[in-house]
C-alpha cells in the first residue's frame, strides 16, 4: 500500500485524473460516497479490500474495507473501517461515528475488538486442567518446603522464623513499638530493666560448683558404657574457663606457665597431659601442671587428693610470692590475680575430695575457711557446696544460717538456694502432712509455709521435681549449668536426693504440691506467688550442655506457633486441590472459572 500517511492518489494511464473510488467498491459502499465517487471533505488515496477475494462471493459482503483518508486541515493519514460494525463503536468520549464508519485514533492501524476489552476472560478460557494441576502441586511444594523450615527452626530455637521475623523487622516500620516505648525514669521501665537484667543473668552458662573430676568419675563412667557424659560445648566451655583462671599476661616469664598455656589451649586430653608433664620437668612447682593431672589424668579420688597437694603447696608457695610484688606493675597484679584463682581451685577440689572420702567434717572447715578468706569470690557458689555438706551432716541449723546469708534478693538464685530452703520448711510439717485431712480441715500455718517454699522453688526450676521423684532418670551432671534449666536440675537432684529421701514425708509433700502446681490448683497461698515458667532460651543450651543420650524436658510445654499450623493447613489444602483436579479435571475447571469470575467481579465492585 505505500506510504499511509503521504501516498500520492495514483494516476491512470490513459487519463490524467484521479481514478474515482466508487468503481472498485461493493454497491453498500457506494452509498456512503459522495455523488462524486469521493467522501466530503476528504481525499481518498485508496479503497482495497482487507484480503483478495473474488468479487460476487460470500465472504466479499463481509469483508471490511480500508480507506486511507487524507484529512485536509490535520494532513495526516488516517486509516478507518468503511463497514458498518456488528459491535457499537468506541471512541473518544462525547464523538460517536457517523455513516457507519468507526472512528478511531490518529494513527491507528486497526479498531478495537470484543476480544481486547477483557483478556483475563481470553487468558482463563485458554487455560487447561494441566495448568491448575501444575500450580496447585508447586503451591503444595513450596508450602511443604515452608513448613519443613518452620518446624525444624521451631524445635531448634524455640519459637516460629515468620513470627519472629515479623516481630524484629516488620513491626518497627509498622510503628508498633511505639506504644510500648517508657519513659526513662518510671517505674514501669525500672521493672522491666530489672526483670531482663534477671532473666540474663539467669540465662546465663554458670560453671558447676558440684562438677565431678574428669579422670576419676567421668571417664570410669566411658570406660563402663563407652559413653561420652560430657558433650563437646561443655568441655569447650571448660576449656575457656582454664584459660581464664590460669593464665595471664606474664606467662611468657616463666617456661613453665608457658608450657601451660598451650596445654589449655588443647583439645586432646592425652596432649595436655604430656603438656604438663613438660611443664613440670622445667619447674617442679608449677602448681598448674598439678591441677590438670589431678583433674585428668587421676583414676580414682585418692590419687586425685594426692596431687592436689602437691598442687596446694607449690600454689601458696607462688601465692605468698606475688602478694610481695603486687603493687610493682599491673602485670604483677595481673599474676596476683591468677595465682588466687588457683589457690582458691586448689582448695574446694580439696574440700569436694574430702566429701567424697567421707570426711565431710574436714570438708565443712575447708569451705567455711575459705569464704572467710577470699569473701569476694562468691561468684563461685562455694557456699552451695557447705550447704550439701551440712545437709549430709544434718546439720539443719547451720543450714539454715548459710540460707539467711546467701538467699539475698540482691544475689543470683540458684536451685540448690530454693529446694534447700523449701527442704527445712517441709521437714517441719512432712512426717504428719495428709492429704485427705488438709483436704478435709485446710492447710495450717506451718504447712502453708511449706507449701510456699515448694512454690517458690518451683517457679524457678519446674524440672527438679520430676528427677527427686524418680520420674526421670538421672545420668552424670555436666561441668556447666544453666539456671532455671534441665542441666541445674540434673546437677541439684544427683547430690540432693538422698537429703530428700532422708526426711520421711517430704517428697509426698513436694509431690501433692508440686502436682498442684503443675495443674495450676490454687492453693490459700497468703503472699500471692505467681507461676512464672523458664525463659524460653533454656531449652536451647540444655541441648547442647546435656548429652544426646538424654532427653531434655521440657515445661511448660511449647504450643505449636501459628504458622506451623498455616503452612501445614496451606501445603495439605493445595496437594487435595491437585490430586482432585488431576481426577476429575472438568470439574475442577469449572469450579476454577467460577472462582475467578467472582473474585474478578469482587475487584470490580471494590
Known sequence: ??????????????????????????????????????????????????????EGGDRERRTPYLLLIRHPILEVGHLGQLWPSPAPARGRPGRQPSDGITAGAV??????????????????????????????????????????????????????????????????????????????????????????RQNLSECKVWRNPLNLFRGAEYRRYTWVTGKEPLTYYDMNLSAQDHQTFFTCDTDFLRPSDTVMQKAWRERNPPARIKAAYQALELNNDCATAYVLLAEEEATTIVDAERLFKQALKAGETIYRRSQQCQHQSPQHEAQLRRDTNVLVYIKRRLAMCAR???RIREAVKIMRDLMKEFPPLTMLNIHENLLESLLELQAYADVQ?????????????????????????????????????????????????????????????????????EMKSLIL???????????????????????????????????????????????????????YPYPSCTETADRELLPTFHHVSVYPKKELPFFIHFTAGLCSSTAM????????????????KAVSMISRTCVEYL
Not at 503 to 526: H, V
Request: hydrophobic share 35%.
Open 107 to 196: 494513527g491507528r492501524t486497526r479498531p478495537e475488538t470484543p476480544t481486547e476489552k477483557a483478556p483475563l476472560t481470553l487468558f482463563l478460557n485458554s487455560l487447561t486442567p494441566k495448568f491448575y494441576v501444575a500450580l496447585t502441586g508447586t503451591s503444595s511444594l513450596i508450602s511443604g518446603l515452608i513448613f519443613i523450615f518452620e518446624w525444624w527452626y521451631f524445635h531448634k530455637h524455640g519459637t516460629s522464623f515468620i513470627e519472629q521475623v515479623s516481630v524484629s523487622h516488620l513491626r518497627p516500620l509498622m510503628g508498633g513499638t511505639e506504644s510500648s516505648i517508657s519513659e526513662p525514669g518510671s517505674p514501669s521501665s525500672n521493672r522491666e530493666s530489672e526483670t531482663s
Open 577 to 592: 486441590i491437585a490430586l482432585l483436579t488431576h481426577q476429575f479435571p472438568e470439574i475442577m475447571g469449572v469450579f476454577a
Open 1 to 54: 500500500m505505500g506510504n499511509w500517511g503521504h501516498h500520492e492518489p495514483e494516476k491512470s494511464p490513459s487519463k490524467g485524473k484521479r481514478p474515482n473510488c466508487g468503481d472498485r467498491m461493493p454497491a453498500r459502499a457506494k452509498k456512503l460516497l459522495s455523488p462524486g465517487g469521493h467522501l466530503q471533505g476528504s481525499h481518498c488515496s485508496r479503497v482495497e479490500p482487507l484480503l483478495p477475494f473474488a
Open 477 to 531: 551432671p555436666p561441668e556447666h549449668i544453666l539456671k532455671r534449666g534441665d542441666s541445674e536440675a540434673i546437677a541439684y537432684a544427683f547430690f540432693h536426693l538422698q537429703h530428700w529421701k532422708r526426711i520421711e514425708g517430704a517428697l509426698n509433700l513436694l509431690q501433692c504440691t508440686w502436682e498442684g502446681t503443675f495443674r495450676m490448683i490454687p492453693y490459700p497461698l497468703e503472699k500471692g506467688h505467681l507461676f
Open 356 to 358: 567424697k572420702l567421707g
Open 401 to 469: 544460717a548459710v540460707l539467711a546469708k546467701y538467699d539475698d534478693i540482691s544475689l543470683p538464685k540458684s536451685a540448690a538456694i530454693c529446694y534447700t530452703a523449701a527442704l527445712l520448711k517441709t521437714r517441719t510439717v512432712s512426717d504428719k502432712f495428709s492429704p485427705e485431712t488438709a483436704s478435709r480441715r485446710g492447710l495450717n500455718t506451718a504447712e502453708i509455709n511449706a507449701v510456699e517454699a515448694i512454690h517458690r522453688a518451683v517457679e524457678f526450676n519446674p524440672h527438679v521435681p520430676k528427677y527427686l521423684l
